[in-house]
């Protein structure tokens, strides 16, 4: 069995090191806390994050130097602001080969990085073409209670992307393999502002009408942005494209989700944070994603919406209003137009 690294002791941290411990691994799990890790090896919880025991044969460290001993797989599970640190951390440390794998979501505003990338800048062993990621659909609450779920792997190196898998692969968590790792990275970060807006829709008191046309239309949009940097479009169409977009959107699970029903029922995004207590990545990724959007001239006009609410101030029921009455258009367009593009040159 492997000896691995799991850095970051948040919710979906704690519940892939229960994954890995179920698959006999010998799993460190690391936070930048003293107390916490003091609390998870004493009292086998972490209950900030997960109410549910740790299996007691994962041991937390907050002294990174003493969770990479001997590692073979590190899997980075820190919020996307903090992967430049952890990872220029990793660059002083790691000194023998080792299988890096990220489940962080989320793109970087400003230079619009994606995580693998961050990785790629800051670790001067590692390459880009080597670094696997985990995403799909998979609240942490539920895996944690080995509830089925099924989730994916991407890599260019499909050495890699098949070694991760066999890493994490058990009963109740079925992982497929893929080779596109800028249609998984980006399925799994943008998803997470129409998760916002599903919340906000919830919060204003719309029904299950308006929340199935923001997910679908949704889609179209994390489509659009992710084929005209390279993805395949059919990823979107996968476990990190529309399966994770239903289980964000649709589950009180969801940070994203319940952080947008805040702001639907009237609370500015400083107080919803505040209240949230837990990183909420959507918030962070709709900058990146408005950026990415003028950039690549990529017509995101709910995204755009969301951006508004979070940090111009602009009403919700204002954004509902634009949205429903934009230009009569025709619904197809957007994915027929992308796949003949793809498949008949």
């Not at 109410?51 to 599970?77: F, G």
């Not at 696997?132 to 895996?143: F, T």
């Not at 959107?249 to 029922?265: D, E, F, I, M, P």
């Not at 207590?277 to 950026?291: F, I, P």
Request: glycine residues 8%.
């Amino acid at each position: 069995m492997s000896k691995v690294a799991v850095l970051g002791a948040g919710s979906w941290g704690t519940a892939l090191s229960i994954v890995l411990a179920d698959n006999g691994h010998d799993v460190r799990l690391w936070t930048h806390s003293k107390d916490q890790a003091e609390i998870i090896n004493s009292t086998h919880k972490n209950e900030k994050y997960l109410e549910i025991m740790i299996p007691e044969k994962i041991k937390a460290y907050h002294v990174l130097e003493e969770a990479l001993e001997d590692v073979s797989d590190i899997i980075l599970v820190v919020p996307t602001k903090a992967i430049r640190e952890v990872c220029n951390d990793l660059n002083k440390i790691v000194n023998h080969p080792v299988r890096i794998t990220h489940a962080s979501k989320g793109i970087e505003p400003g230079t619009l990085k994606r995580v693998s990338q961050l990785i790629d800048e800051e670790m001067d062993s590692y390459k880009y073409e080597d670094i696997v990621v985990l995403s799909g659909p998979s609240h942490a609450e539920e895996v944690a209670m080995r509830q089925p779920t099924t989730v994916t792997v991407a890599s260019i190196n499909e050495e890699n992307a098949k070694g991760a898998q066999e890493l994490f692969f058990n009963d109740a968590f079925r992982v497929y393999t893929s080779n596109d790792v800028i249609g998984i990275e980006l399925g799994g970060a943008l998803k997470n502002i129409i998760a916002l807006g599903a919340g906000i829709s919830d919060g204003l008191g719309y029904g299950d009408n308006a929340k199935a046309a923001l997910i679908t239309r949704g889609l179209a949009e994390i489509t659009r942005l992710g084929t005209s940097l390279g993805a395949n479009p059919l990823s979107f169409l996968g476990l990190p494209g529309v399966g994770d977009l239903i289980v964000t959107c649709t589950s009180v699970h969801s940070r994203n989700w319940r952080a947008g029903n805040l702001l639907g029922k009237g609370r500015n995004l400083n107080e919803v944070l505040d209240q949230m207590g837990m990183v909420v990545e959507g918030v962070r990724t709709a900058k990146a994603a408005y950026q990415f959007a003028s950039e690549q001239k990529v017509e995101m006009p709910i995204t755009n919406g969301i951006y508004e609410i979070l940090f111009n101030d602009k009403k919700p029921r204002e954004v509902v209003e634009q949205l429903m009455n934009r230009n009569k258009r025709e619904e197809m367009d957007d994915l027929a137009t992308l796949l003949r593009n793809r498949y008949t040159r």
